[in-house]
């Protein structure tokens, strides 16, 4: 891989300012300073340091954030803050959210740089669970809680497949659902008669939100996580 691709793909700048930092002398190459950005190097064996600390190639990366209320799920807004702009020094370029949460909801969102596996976790095709805790207006019946699970209408052409849904220790609800229509839990509640006062996502397939993750933090996911989650 050229040195100014391998740098870009790393964030360090795009390929015109990483060109401008090679001849700067800010990148060495298996410990030898470098002044172009040109050279073809092994991007998983080479041990390329940027202003003395190393950069790690990786082909895709995977983070986990707890999304605080008031945040968007875009990369960029002219008024309101996004879920971007709380990842300081970006591991890689081309981050995105998988799927979208909506502004004043919270909870586990990932992020990363897989389109194939964004895709696939998705697709209605491959069901993939999103469990949510939701705070709503009344208490939920027992009645309430059949016809979640049986599907309800929301206004759509069909029903709401069938979801999985109890009461916790609380009392809230943890509703289980693997649609993404919009603001499906919103208009699920409403169904029934209910309204929803907080939502928060609390798992997504095989990922579940980490209790030490604060609201507004994230981590890049460590190689379990990322092998629960890739489709082999």
């Not at 389109?115 to 019946?141: A, F, I, M, N, Q």
Request: charged share 35%.
């Amino acid at each position: 891989m050229r040195l100014d691709r391998f740098l870009s793909e790393c964030n360090v700048g795009s390929r015109s300012q990483v060109k401008e930092l090679v001849k700067k002398g800010f990148v060495t190459v298996d410990g030898v300073a470098v002044k172009k950005s040109d050279i073809n190097i092994d991007e998983n064996k080479s041990i390329v340091l940027f202003k003395g600390k190393r950069i790690i190639y990786r082909q895709f990366v995977y983070i986990i954030m707890n999304k605080p209320a008031g945040v968007l799920t875009a990369s960029r807004d002219k008024k309101s803050p996004t879920v971007m702009d709380l990842i300081k020094d970006k591991p890689a370029k081309d981050l995105f959210a998988v799927g979208r949460l909506d502004k004043d909801t919270t909870g586990l969102l990932l992020i990363c740089n897989d389109g194939e596996l964004s895709h696939r976790l998705l697709s209605p095709r491959y069901h993939v669970d999103k469990t949510y805790l939701v705070g709503c207006e009344k208490p939920v019946s027992e009645d309430d809680l059949k016809a979640l699970e049986e599907g309800v209408d929301i206004g759509d052409e069909e029903k709401t497949l069938p979801a999985k849904a109890c009461l916790d220790e609380n009392g809230d609800l943890l509703l289980t659902i693997h649609e993404g229509r919009y603001h499906q839990v919103k208009r699920m509640l409403e169904a029934v008669g209910n309204c929803v006062v907080s939502l928060k996502r609390i798992s997504f397939g095989s990922l579940l939100l980490p209790n030490d993750l604060k609201e507004g933090e994230w981590r890049e996911l460590n190689k379990d996580e990322i092998d629960s989650i890739v489709f082999k």
